[in-house]
Each structure stands twice: as structure tokens, then as C-alpha cells.
């Protein structure tokens, strides 16, 4: 398995034995015997666990634990310790603390402590990925075969753009930097294309897309008093698209229904005459 894991101990015991017991399964394995130590060392090194003891002289590993919570709280912690039923492995645990290890403890509790909190560490670092980021690391091999495909053509870029968007849904930015990568050209110039032509889009889209006109019939209908209210129910930004990726939410100029405003787009039903208070009914017959 792997990951980048610090020991913290003021015993060079314990640290020469988390190191025997960790590396041999991938792990990659560094240890420091104080806390100051320690800070020194994240602040300048990659890692994904701190394993530290609560008791050590100095910066003890209670004072390292607050430090980590407020620069770097992704980083995945978990406690030493001889005492799991004192106070200050309750306070540990109110920081977050993925797990503890009561002294003395066995190389299997070792392995099955680090593997569960590296797994956790892991599983934020997915959950917090930007969306875009995750759709095009799912779909890299096929992108990749369309620009294989493509792209000693003669104008291959908008053919490429355009099955592209087929796979994904939309062009974000990540995915027209590859582009751009793999064409040899700049990035200026996909962007120039994508928004040039109207059926390229760069938002993802959920399975149902809310469009909310904005143009002056509309508006003066109260037409933002229905945007808010959709952004409340739905938790999200205009351009935004729920987690589920159920419902986004875009806003428009006009639908040319002037005579139904103020007008709500779902998918392909147009809702005139909408009353910010009938908005959550709305919603809810597309859930
Ligand atoms: S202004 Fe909203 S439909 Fe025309």
C-alpha cells in the first residue's frame, strides 16, 4: 500500500519498529523524535499520516495535533499512547484523530491502524477533488484515444472538442489543457474554440438542467427572487451542479416566452408564470 507516513517519538525504538514494520508493505516511512521536528518536516515534506506520541518532552503531541488541525487539516493523524482512557485522547479525538495505538501494540495492530487511516485519508482526498478533475481522470483512456485518433488530421481540434464533450458531458479546463498538451498547441487557442462555438459548454450539466431567464420581462417578474429561492433549495451557484449531480442550475437572456415570465427551463419544460414560493414543487417533480 502506499503513502508518505511520519512517526513522531521521542522513543528512537518506536520509531525503528514502525519503520521495519511499514516499509516492507510500501509504505514510505519517515520519523523525527520531537514535534518541532515534526512541523519542520511537514511544513517541507509531502505526507499523508502523522503517527505521533502524545507524551514527549518539549512540544508534546497534543500541541502537534492543534498545530496539524490548523495547517494542514487534510493530513491524516493518528495518536500513540500509553494511557487511551486519559483526558487528552478525548481532546485528540475532538481534533479528528483517524485512530489511536495503545502501547505496546502489535506490528498486526500497526498494519491494520495505518491501512484504515490511510484509506481515510485517501477517501477525503477524493471527496474534496474538484469535479472536473475526477470526471476526466474516469474517462483519460478514452480522451486519449480520440486525440490518438485525431490528431495528425488536418483540423482535428473541433472533431476532438466535439467527441470529447460526447464522453464527458463538457469541456472544463482540465480537459483543454490535455488538449492543448497533446496538440502541441496553446491552451488560448482550444479555449478561443470552446467558447466560440455555443455547443461546446464547459459546465457539467446534471441529469436535469434548470434554466432561469434573467431578460427584462422576466426579471421584472421577480425572476431573482426564483433564482435565490432555486439556489437555496438546491444548495448550489448559478453554473454549479448539486453533488448527486441530479439538477443545475444556468441563466439565461430571454427564452423568447416573454409572454409566459417569468419562466423557468427544466430540461425541455418550460414553467411560465412562476411563483418563487411554488419553486421547491417545481423541483421536486424531477427528483
Ligand atoms: S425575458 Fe424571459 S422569456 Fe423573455
Known amino acids: 500500500m502506499e503513502g508518505n507516513i511520519l512517526i513522531v517519538d521521542d522513543e528512537e525504538v518506536v520509531i525503528k519498529s514502525c519503520e521495519r514494520i511499514l516499509t516492507p508493505e ?33 512540544v508534546d503531541g497534543l500541541e502537534l495535533i492543534h498545530w496539524i488541525h490548523k495547517s494542514n487539516p487534510r493530513l491524516g493523524i ?12 478525548k481532546e485528540a479525538l475532538e481534533y479528528g484523530i483517524i485512530d489511536y495505538l495503545p502501547k505496546p501494540f502489535s506490528p498486526q ?19 474534496e477533488k474538484p469535479i472536473e478533475v475526477a470526471d476526466v481522470e474516469a474517462k483519460y483512456n478514452e480522451i486519449m484515444e480520440v486525440i490518438r485518433k485525431n490528431k495528425d488530421k488536418p ?21 483543454q489543457r490535455l488538449i492543448a498538451k497533446e496538440l502541441n498547441i496553446p491552451v488560448s487557442e482550444v479555449h478561443g474554440v470552446v467558447s466560440f462555438y455555443s455547443f461546446f459548454t464547459m459546465k457539467p450539466k446534471g441529469k436535469h438542467n434548470l434554466r432561469v431567464c434573467l431578460g427584462t420581462a422576466c426579471y421584472v417578474k421577480r425572476a431573482n427572487e ?17 453533488k448527486d449531480r441530479k439538477f443545475s442550475l444556468e441563466t439565461v437572456r430571454c427564452l423568447g416566452a416573454c409572454g409566459l415570465a417569468p419562466v423557468v ?6 414553467h411560465g408564470a412562476v411563483d418563487p414560493v411554488k419553486v421547491e414543487d417545481i423541483i421536486k417533480k424531477y427528483e
Open 155 to 175: 483540423g482535428s481540434l473541433i472533431p476532438i472538442l466535439q467527441q470529447t464533450q460526447e464522453i464527458l458531458g463538457y469541456l472544463p479546463p482540465t480537459v
Open 26 to 58: 510500501g509504505y514510505n516511512v519517515k520519523g523525527v523524535t520531537s514535534a518541532r521536528d515534526a512541523m519542520e518536516m511537514l511544513k517541507n515534506g509531502e505526507f499523508d499520516l502523522v503517527i505521533t506520541d502524545l507524551k514527549m518532552p518539549g
Open 265 to 270: 427551463v427544466v430540461d425541455h419544460d418550460t
Open 109 to 127: 495492530l500497526l498494519l491494520d491502524v495505518t491501512e484504515k487511516a490511510i484509506n481515510a485519508v485517501k477517501a477525503k482526498k477524493e471527496e
Open 78 to 89: 493518528v495518536v500513540i499512547t500509553g494511557y487511551p482512557s486519559q483526558e487528552s485522547i
Open 226 to 242: 426564483i433564482l435565490a429561492k432555486i439556489k437555496e433549495v438546491l444548495g448550489i451557484e448559478e453554473g454549479g451542479i448539486t
